[in-house]
């Protein structure tokens, strides 16, 4: 006979005393380890509980599973003295044994084929919605034109802060930056070929069509697209968004116009600036690394680009602010459900709004190359 | 129910004083919790229930005073308090189940951190404590696909998942219909004599607090504090202050209205 406090183990027969408890389930295994081979020699087993008021499921579910394990391999166990917690209790545990089986994932090719379809399916779906979606906040900014007063002008403020202001030194720095590098790498090629006088051309052009309004597009989508998405998403989690609604507020032109008069207000002059230091970090390598004088950049420059060239990028700006309020407050919208939704609808407002701000800017370059002098072939 | 001879306290409260940043919302707060019995938290909105609550579970730091669960300060180490919560259930109002998990995966979390059970035997105590609240047809259901008392009632089998010594109820029956909420109590009621569970539950339910309460606290928010402790039908035939009469005497003015009614 021996034992660990309260198992005993004598004759063919287990003992529980006193009330095995869910944190003992440790010395429980130590003690079934230390005689699974008498156990197993003398071919059978009864627990006795005749000693034991209860059991904390997890330890029963120990015991449970040590004699699944005697009975397959062919040892008879039994039961004595259980009270009717502990007998329900295995009955219970014998009931759902099969059942807790977990399901077998199983993965086909055609499992695969079917899914990218009906991705690609719900994505054009999701396009249809949005433009959908684009036109009710247009029919509805349509609407503020005619009547300016009835705009939220208050929260138009708070989202230029917010979306605007807010973003000034990130829009700032990170143009700057690129700036810098394009003009050294691109000036050092030049030079190969001594046509490194050119190099504030290239960093105009480039600037200005392209690299100014696409990284502020970015930057805003990054920033205010995602918390648009989230702040919306939320107030729909919490019934705020059918409270408004209830109430005869009309949601395009509550929630999402004041965020898209704001970006419109914003954009322009984020790109601008945007501009204007892309264009001097340009100006920075030139004269840092490739004996380029500011002032020898600056009328290169001036030969180079024409008015409509920021001009063009400003006007481009406004397109990327109707995309990114769109598509952050359609994303937000959408969420049902709780937290994991607000996140997964924040994620895709930002992967959605940079990749129809890229599809609007190559369509729009279509358009530039036929307006800008000097430019169509 | 609570055997007399027993009144060894689970958890104690003495001297807390806290509140929300500089807001004091309690004060000279002494409690008891004995083992096995069910003890109703209430009073009206606003007098620190939830804050009494969060004093409890361990959420908050009392500013001043203690909170002992079998005797030690769940506050002496990081460690007490770890190990009092694997002795501790706790369902919150709205069964705070994660949505990005069937309501078996919600169940099986606890036992996930808490125990190195195989994969299969955690399924089947889920599946156990899920077939304890009546939902075990549920199991591979997502908390949004099920009712609001469904969720609570899965929420109340996770808590019960490692067989807590303590189940703490924060408004089991905000926000259900009578015999959705007597089916919890009879839930509770039941856990309680069988398992010899205690319970704390917060409620301003006066039904379940006659149902299933063995002693009463109630507070009050001008008092900071604690002003009656008692049965619920002690608190209601025979207490002197006009507070704790109000509270209780909520059934009196519709008894009023009905005898109006009558004439």
New interface residues.
Partial sequence: MTDSGKLVYSGFTLSIHGVL???E?DSIRDFLDEHRRSIYDSGRLTLDFSDSP?I???PA??L??FCRELSRAGLRVSRQGASD?IEK?FE??D???S????LKERFSVRDHFEHLGSDVYEFGQTLSELVHFMGETLSAFGELVLHPLKVRWSMVLYYMEESGYKAIPIVAILPWLLGVVLGYQAGYQMRVFGAETFMPALIGYSITWEIGPMLAAVLVAGRSGSAYAAEIGTMQVRDEVDALRVMGFDIFSYLVTPKMIALFCVMPFLVLLANLTGIFGGLLAGSLFLDLTPGTFISELGKALIPLDIVWGMLKSIVYAVIIANVGSYMGMKVR?????VGKATTSAVVLSIFMVIIADALLSLLFIHIRPGLSM | MVQETDVRPVLKVEELEGGWDDLLVLKDVNLEVRKGEVLAIVGKSGCGKSTLMHYLLGLLKPWNGKVLFNGSDIWSSPESLQNAR?KWGVTFQSGALL??LTLLENVMLP?KE????????M???A???L?TVGL?DF?DSNP?EVSGGMQKRAGLARAM???PELLFFDEPSAGLDPVTSGTLDDLIITINS???TTVVIVTHELASIFAISDRVVMLDPDEHGIIAVGTAAELRDSSSDDRVRLFFGRNLAAKKRSDRKCR
């Avoid at chain 1, 059942?99 to 977990?102: G, H, M």
């Avoid at chain 1, 459900?337 to 939704?341: R, V, Y």
């Avoid at chain 2, 808490?114 to 035997?121: G, M, P, R």
Wanted: hydrophobic share 40%; glycine share 12%.
């Fill in positions: 408890e869910g944190m389930i209860g904390d499921t997890v579910v120990v449970y599973g917690v209790l219970t545990l009931e759902f044994d059942s807790a089986e977990p459900g709780g937290a994991a939704a | 694997k949505g990005n036992l808490y125990t190195d059970l195989s994969e299969h035997d399924r089947i105590v599946y156990s404590k077939d075990s199991a949004l998942a490692l067989d069988t398992l010899g």
